[in-house]
């Protein structure tokens, strides 16, 4: 027998919530890219790490705030704690490594196309393997070409996002940015329930778990303490928290930062003090100064 699915039992609330829930994950962990790249590699690992932790964060709260939402009228719906918070590990881990690559090898065309695509697998994995935590009396079945579209659709936001960040801009690109990524992995979670159907079993129990208000309590409390922190570090500028050591870039090769100097033109009039200096300095003992020429 067919379940009868309902994905938006509260009305607009929970798809709202859950799209302001991605977009301030997202905003977060754009914006520490974002700083990673302008900082000395010795701070870039740990901006890097929670921009990483702020979007896996973001993304896992906004789906589990849809599921909320998600009834089968026929059968009450339970979840595995365990299942449910392995996904939310499963996702800062594949972001993370997306976006280690995009920091550490730029915003380029290979650097973009491999961190969108585990960053956006990252995403997919972590919406497919909550949804595997999902505990009730029936079979949850797929369409298969729904679910490659809704792959599709977090690999495109998550390649899109991560080009936004290379671009160091001010804070309204990311939050622009931030935006974009909050619609599409909003659109990618409600493609994918889309294509999902319920067949329920005949008979028998429904299988052990938590249901969905004993499971909110630690699946909003963690996570968005997390993001409220990162929040806090992230309004503060790096000069201040990082004791002016944001803007300072070391060389590949490990050397010492070089102070950059304008090299004066042919044409100009004035010439550095230093270099009249040395002009005069090599001028041999016993030959007439250019003055008395």
Same mark, same amino acid.
């Not at 309902?6 to 709202?16: A, L, M, N």
């Not at 129990?205 to 249901?211: I, N």
């Given at each position: 027998m067919? %379940?009868?699915v309902?994905?938006?039992?509260? %009305? !607009? !609330?929970?798809? !709202?919530v859950a799209y302001l829930m991605a977009c301030l994950g997202g905003a977060l962990g754009l914006r520490c890219t974002t700083r990673s790249l302008l900082l000395a590699h010795s701070w870039r690992p740990g901006w890097l790490a929670l921009g990483s932790a702020a979007i896996g964060s973001g993304i896992w709260t906004m789906h589990f705030v849809a599921m909320m939402g998600f009834t089968v009228e026929e059968a009450p719906i339970h979840y595995d704690k365990a299942l449910t918070f392995a996904s939310l590990a499963v996702a800062i881990v594949m972001v993370g490594i997306g976006i280690f690559i995009v920091g550490y090898r730029g915003a380029t065309g290979t650097a973009l196309f491999t961190g969108g695509t585990i960053t956006g697998l990252g995403i997919a994995s972590m919406h497919y393997l909550g949804m595997a935590g999902?505990?009730?009396r029936g079979t949850l079945e797929y369409d298969t070409l729904t679910v490659a579209a809704?792959? !599709?659709i977090a690999m495109a936001a998550a390649t899109a996002a991560l080009w936004a960040a290379g671009q160091v801009r001010g804070i309204l690109w990311s939050l622009g940015a931030s935006l974009v990524m909050g619609l599409a992995v909003s659109g990618m979670h409600y493609m994918g329930m889309a294509g999902l159907s319920v067949h329920l079993h005949d008979s028998g129990?429904?299988?052990? %778990?938590?249901?969905p208000a004993e499971i909110l309590a630690p699946m909003m409390i963690g996570p968005l303490a997390f993001l409220l922190l990162a929040g806090v570090i992230v309004m503060f500028d790096p000069l201040m928290v990082m004791g002016g050591q944001a803007d300072v870039r070391k060389p590949a090769n490990g050397g010492r930062a070089r102070q950059s100097y304008p090299v004066p033109r042919s044409g100009d009039r004035h010439v550095p003090a230093r270099r009249r200096t040395r002009s005069r300095s090599r001028t041999r003992p016993g030959s007439r100064s250019p003055q008395n020429w």
């Open positions: 067919q %379940g009868t309902d994905g938006f039992s509260y %009305g !607009v !609330v929970t798809p !709202v999902m505990r009730l809704s792959v !599709v129990a429904t299988p052990p %778990g938590d249901s």
